[in-house]
């Protein structure tokens, strides 16, 4: 019987926050931790090896000695762009959260999050949405409302893609959006990656950014 567990690997400094992450994936059913590393050097340096049951959601503090979690993202999602990036972190300026998301995170909590919401923001990225802590949605909000929106730019959407789209936006789960639009989830799927082709983006936080910022939806 395969194992369906959420796999997660976690990066974090401190070692008793990362020894208690680890300790609450592995002790909870439905998920388990596949690494616990102090730095992005040595989660990179396991991602060969990693490479043949990679880990479905990564757990990424962005103060981090030697790579930052910032260039930690984009690494993780150039050699495994099938997993998924969840900032955990205690910074809330707009800068460091918009350059995770462009960095190609697909969420971003903050370390004072409750252990049961950050389990609940695993499973979210797993079905196919972007979390993000309350206060730090407001921000992302804040930034695209104080700036005007830019040239309209085609990206020559179809009506089913744009529909898709605004699911991601509103936070939608890959079945969510499948329900709403009487499609199948794997129909979902091959949308979401047209859609990633034509914004050029590689996550669904990218595209949700740029949607929002080029009020595509």
Known sequence: MP???????????NSELRDGLAQLIQGTPGYKCVGAFSSCEQLLGQLKSLKTHPPKVVLMDIGLPGI???????RVKAQLPGTDVL??????DEKKIYDSICAGASGYLLKKTPPAKILEAIQEINDGGAPMTATIA?????????????ASVDYQLSEREREVLAGLVRGFSYKMIADQCS??????????????????????????????KNRLV
């Open 87 to 92: 900032m955990l972190t205690v910074f809330e």
């Open 68 to 74: 930052s979690g910032i260039e930690g993202v984009q």
């Open 3 to 13: 194992d369906t567990s959420i796999s997660v690997a976690v990066v974090e400094d």
């Open 138 to 150: 407001r921000k992302v909000l804040s930034v695209f409302q104080s700036n005007p929106p830019p």
């Open 183 to 212: 499609i199948s989830i794997d129909t979902v799927r091959s949308h979401i990656r047209h859609i990633y082709e034509k914004l050029q983006v590689n996550s669904k936080a990218q595209a949700i950014t740029l949607a929002m």
